[in-house]
């Protein structure tokens, strides 16, 4: 079936070890997004790629960076990461074009930083 | 800043139906209005998309306000396994054609057997 597959999905890293996430997708979708959601919070937009191009939120962390080497897979790396960082990562991918750009969501990478 | 407004929690029991309200006054011509949901301890699925006309799919209907100001979701039929946080959530007015979609708070709804 056709899908997002996110890896993995539980993370437990050190404060201050980088750490990197992974989104593939199987629906050829031409936009990838990245959401961090914090517990009790709704997922807030870090970025978002459409094709190769990069689009960064404004309040997104310097800390956070992402990858696209290709349409299928995209990747979430935070560098630094601190206590705050400690959340689920959604990925999510759509059809820009498509009309009504339905999200198609991952499972989420739950993130722990000890 | 949050595009829509919802309650943060409903409540509903079992087998009746739910209706979950959702205003968006800044609502554009051309933007979708979509709800999602989240079961514990998952990531948000797809339930409901429409533009202006109200829509019907297996697992709810939308209605859409005349001036598109606000919607409901309705669920016909509540079961247990409902019980998750509804989001309503409208494509974003600056994205263009990244067409990137912000999430607001979302409704906590708790169905009871």
């Known amino acids: 079936d056709a899908m997002v597959i996110q890896n993995p999905r539980y993370q437990v890293t050190q404060f201050g070890k980088p750490v990197t996430l992974s989104c593939s997708q199987t629906?050829?979708?031409?936009?990838m997004y990245w959401y961090q959601q914090k517990s009790s919070q709704a997922p807030k937009l870090l970025f978002h790629?459409?094709?190769?191009?990069?689009?960064n939120e404004a309040d997104t962390p310097d800390n956070f960076q992402s990858r696209r080497p290709n349409t299928s897979f995209c990747f979430l790396d935070i560098r630094s990461p601190g206590l705050g960082d400690a959340a689920m990562y959604l990925c999510a991918t759509s059809r820009v074009g498509s009309g009504a750009n339905v999200l198609t969501f991952g499972a989420g990478s739950r993130l722990t930083v000890l | 800043d949050a595009k829509t407004t919802q309650p943060n929690s409903m409540e509903s029991n079992e087998e009746e139906p739910v209706h979950l309200p959702c205003n968006h006054s800044t609502i554009s011509g051309t933007d979708y209005i979509h709800w999602y949901r989240q079961l514990p301890s998952q990531g948000p699925e797809y339930v409901i998309h429409?533009?202006?006309s109200n829509v019907n799919n297996r697992m709810a209907s939308l209605a859409i306000a005349e001036d598109r100001k606000s919607s409901t979701l309705i669920l016909h039929r509540a079961t247990l396994r409902d019980a998750a946080v509804y989001y309503c959530i409208l494509r974003d007015v600056g994205s263009g054609n990244t067409g990137k979609l912000i999430f607001g708070q979302g409704t906590t709804l708790q169905v009871k057997p």
């Open positions: 790629y459409y094709d190769k191009d990069f689009n």
């Open positions: 429409g533009l202006t």
């Open positions: 629906l050829n979708h031409n936009v």
